[in-house]
T-cell receptor, first 116, second 115 residues
């Protein structure tokens, strides 16, 4: 079975400093991996996805993530945090179920706080 | 174009009552998913619809939960005899197809509170 572990439940950074949100996955095959963001009282929005193309994936709002198979990691980074980045971030792995469809397995989430 | 919409946005009900939650997927999306987001369990898959195929109900937590998708579009999630542990945000998502290459677009959710 597939699973996702987000190593930090809370991360706090100062505006303008780098962001690192850590994610490790467990998968018996080459997975599809995603990062979603959830702003307060808003729906989940896809930040980026890895689907076996380039291992370094660029997403929206300056975020990127690197797929490292040897480390089973898919950490999310951003060079310079903005106040508007404060939100909850979910690392997600797809789990092709027996019917072959794309069931998403979510990590527990990391709440990012950005301070002035 | 319009995104995934859900109604109501908030629902407060008494223990033991039945509730219906509605999801309008993006037009043309054949795949529809329901998820639940709660403090204790995080985000968990509930049920999946694809076209006219039989839905995968493997994520439904009990037989009090059921869902329908009429005409391949609108879906209704029904919870019978609600319990306090059913309190959560219920999220609906749709996608063009069911491949992992197809992004799932999420609605804003319905916050259910069972008193």
């Amino acid at each position: 079975a597939q699973s996702v572990t987000q190593l930090d439940s809370h991360v706090s950074v100062s505006e303008g400093t780098p962001v690192l949100l850590r994610c490790n996955y467990s998968s018996s095959y080459s997975p599809s991996l995603f990062w979603y963001v959830q702003h307060p009282n808003k729906g989940l929005q896809l930040l980026l996805k890895y689907t076996s193309a380039a291992t370094l994936v660029k997403g929206i709002n300056g975020f990127e993530a690197e797929f490292k198979k040897s480390e089973t990691s898919f950490h999310l980074t951003k060079p310079s945090a903005h106040m508007s980045d404060a939100a909850e971030y979910f690392c997600v792995v797809s789990d092709p179920a027996s019917g072959g469809y794309n069931k998403l397995i979510f990590g527990a989430g990391t709440r990012l706080a950005v301070h002035p | 174009g319009a995104g995934v919409s859900q109604s109501p946005s908030n629902k407060v009900t008494e223990k033991g009552k039945d509730v219906e939650l509605r999801c309008d997927p993006i037009s043309g999306h054949t795949a529809l998913y329901w998820y639940r987001q709660s403090l204790g369990q995080g985000l968990e898959f509930l049920i999946y619809f694809q076209g006219n195929s039989a839905p995968d109900k493997s994520g439904l937590p009990s037989d009090r939960f059921s869902a329908e998708r009429t005409g391949g579009s609108v879906s209704t999630l029904t919870i019978q005899r609600t319990q306090q542990e059913d309190s959560a945000v219920y999220l609906c998502a749709s996608s063009r197809g069911d491949s992992s290459y197809n992004e799932q677009f999420f609605g804003p959710g319905t916050r259910l509170t069972v008193l």
